[in-house]
């Protein structure tokens, strides 16, 4: 099945404890990008990738880092979580202009 | 900068009307244009997209339409269903980034 897997759903972590959010797609897709949803702002595009190593800034980049070592993985690093990352975050997959986005189911993360 | 409006924020209809999203873009130079459904607290299933150059798609109940000279686009259900129940996104793919600026959302339900 054509898919986008996010890992883990949910995480509830401390300031400042680094974590990373780990995004992978079986589609062969070469555009992958991160997005954040929260109430009263909708969905906001955190960083995206055009290809192996070709990553660059979307909207809300501020106290995120990716990399795309490889085609299938984006994974979304935050190396020293803050109470205002608290949010729903998704990873997306594009197989260009007729395909679209394909979203994984997301993940809930909360900074206490 | 692209804005992506949606109107009505919230619509309540009895089963089987037929019924009309409407989205509006600020920025004609899109990429494709998608819809997507979101039931609460889960993940983005993309309905129907539109390529910058087609007018319209189907599927099964749905119909999307785009006119990119008035910068619009709606989504037509047809006989609705207490299942159609959920927030309906419309978004508009820039042609740079291919990032996706979405509006902030229908929130549709459909009273048995």
């Known amino acids: 099945e054509a898919q986008v897997t996010q890992n883990p759903r949910y995480l509830i972590t401390v300031t400042g404890k680094k974590l990373t959010v780990t995004c992978s797609q079986n589609?062969?897709?070469?555009?992958m990008s991160w997005y954040r949803q929260d109430p009263g702002l909708g969905l906001r595009q955190i960083y995206y990738?055009?290809?192996?190593?070709?990553?660059d800034k979307g909207d809300v980049p501020e106290g995120y880092k990716v990399s795309r070592k490889e085609k299938r993985n984006f994974p979304l690093i935050l190396e020293s979580p803050s109470p205002n990352q608290t949010s729903l975050y998704f990873c997306?997959?594009?197989?260009?202009?007729?395909?679209?986005?394909?979203f994984g189911s997301g993940t809930r993360l909360t900074v206490v | 900068k692209q804005e992506v409006t949606q109107i009505p924020a919230a619509l309540s209809v009895p089963e089987g009307e037929n019924l009309v999203l409407n989205c509006s873009f600020t920025?004609?130079?899109?990429?494709?244009l998608q819809w997507f459904r979101q039931d609460p607290g889960k993940g983005l299933t993309s309905l129907l997209l539109?390529?910058?150059?087609?007018r319209e798609q189907t599927s099964g109940r749905l119909n999307a339409s785009l006119d990119k000279s008035s910068g619009r686009s709606t989504l037509y259900i047809a006989a609705s269903q207490p299942g159609d129940s959920a927030t309906y996104l419309c978004?508009?793919?820039?042609?740079?980034?291919?990032?996706?600026?979405f509006g902030s959302g229908t929130r549709l339900q459909v009273q048995p």
């Open positions: 920025d004609s130079a899109i990429y494709n």
């Open positions: 990738s055009m290809n192996v190593e070709v990553t």
């Open positions: 997306a997959s594009s197989g260009g202009q007729v395909y679209g986005y394909t």
């Open positions: 978004a508009a793919t820039d042609t740079g980034r291919r990032a996706l600026t």
């Open positions: 589609m062969n897709h070469e555009y």
């Open positions: 539109i390529q910058s150059s087609q």
